[in-house]
């Protein structure tokens, strides 16, 4: 798949409109060659260049790394409708540049919007659909660029684009079904957490006072508490927000690095609730894309590492990479998939009958409606599966604010009306 901005400088150009408006942006430059940088703004932009200011390498490829973090995602059901009705226009036999410019003139979201005249100008100026595309790898799936590539190698790029949309929404599907799972579960932890929090923060230092004032003979466990809570009285609200700050920034750093999301993925997967989800949307994930990159006509090898690059699970990633060197040494993949442990029997079963009968792809597809369905009824039991399990820590630090510090305060006022 060519790629040529892959090697790209970022630039600050001052430009004339060919309607007399004066505008500056930065901008991408798909060549190294100083010289061609202004022939290819003017023929990109249609206007004439006033002042161009190419970015050094390194801070060129600071821009690239930051630009993703600061731009908002497309709305998925967007990028499936500007797909799709892409993919429509081309059908009808619309010439690609024609289409884009109808679509940025319709185009509501701005960030759209703007990208959609980008690949105008870049399409008008000559160059191919898969390298202009090639800046937006934070915004466009890898699937959605392979099926792109392959279309525009074959002459089916009208399909590539319908194909495209509906896997957009497929898989737009699955991410909100597992957030849906997820919605409930952190809502009542974090409830559970506020409550924790307001009790340390303002009730239990008022009982401890008051345990203080009376010189009342406490159980070794709410003195122990006491010490506790008196340690959390003495950090000033600064010293708290600093240390939470700390506790963020340090944690994101870390996600950062590819090995820890692998050890929290592979935590997470393992354990009861949480690896439930995890487990049926990555599959789901994993056979959704791998059946149709195949169908759009990819070598297995290759399909498999646009997968590795594609899915956001970097435990599954990494099984994943490894079984595609397997296959690359002459290995099946069911072998592989089963060599890694990971992959239920009933997967590998029919990956290894779609190869012996060369519908790996059909097989694929089957198994990620069924995966599909499995999430539905995931996210629909996980609710009433959790429900109880909440009340019940819920209860339980209930009973230990009882037994620490509302027991002793009953015995004292007993003995007292005693």
């Known amino acids: 798949m060519s790629d040529a901005f892959s090697l790209q400088r970022m630039a600050w150009v001052s430009y004339l409109t060919s309607g007399g408006r004066r505008r500056r942006q930065w901008m991408r430059l798909p060549s190294l060659d100083e010289d061609s940088h202004r022939l290819y703004l003017e023929r990109a932009l249609d206007a004439t260049v006033l002042q161009l200011w190419v970015a050094p390498p390194w801070l060129s490829r600071v821009l690239t790394q930051v630009a993703p973090l600061l731009s908002r995602r497309w709305p998925p059901e967007q990028l499936a409708e500007v797909l799709h009705n892409l993919g429509i226009m081309l059908k009808s036999g619309l010439p690609i540049a024609t289409a884009l410019d109808d679509l940025a003139q319709d185009a509501e979201h701005r960030s759209m919007r703007r990208f959609l005249r980008t690949l105008h100008r870049r399409v008008s100026a000559g160059s191919a659909l898969t390298d202009a595309l ?61 409550a924790v929090i307001f009790w340390m923060i303002y009730v239990l230092p008022e009982i401890s006072g008051m345990f203080r004032q009376m010189g009342v003979e406490l159980p070794w466990y709410t003195q122990k508490a006491m010490r506790g809570i008196d340690v959390l009285a003495g950090l000033n609200a600064s010293h708290v927000w600093f240390v939470m700050a700390a506790v963020v920034l340090c ?37 959704e894309y791998l059946s149709i990159l195949l169908r759009a006509g990819l070598p297995l090898s290759e399909a498999l590492r646009v997968l590795v690059e594609s899915i956001n699970n970097t435990y599954y990633a990494r099984r994943l990479a490894a079984a595609r060197a397997g296959v690359f040494r002459g290995n099946s993949l069911a072998d592989e998939m089963r060599r890694a442990r990971i992959f239920p029997a009933m997967l590998v079963r029919l990956v290894s009958v779609g190869e012996a009968t060369g519908t790996l792809d059909q097989q694929l597809a089957l198994l990620a409606e069924d995966y599909r369905q499995r999430l539905d009824h995931v996210v629909q039991s996980l609710s009433e599966l959790l429900k109880p399990l909440l009340i019940v820590v819920a209860g339980g630090l209930f009973l230990v604010v009882v037994v620490v510090f509302l027991l002793p305060v009953y015995q004292l006022v007993s003995e007292i009306i005693a």
């Open 251 to 287: 944690t994101a750093m870390l996600l950062r690095r590819e090995r820890v999301r692998y050890l929290v993925m592979r935590v997470f997967s393992h354990m009861p609730i949480s690896g439930v989800i995890l487990r049926t949307s990555a599959l789901a994930s994993i056979t």
């Open 134 to 194: 090639a800046g937006y790898h934070h915004q466009l799936p890898a699937t959605v660029r392979a099926l792109i590539a392959v279309g525009e190698q074959t002459g089916g790029l009208d399909q590539a684009m319908l194909e495209g949309a509906r896997h957009v929404k497929r898989v737009s599907k699955i991410m909100d079904d597992v957030t849906k799972a997820l919605i409930y579960p952190v809502f009542a932890v974090l409830a559970i957490l506020a």
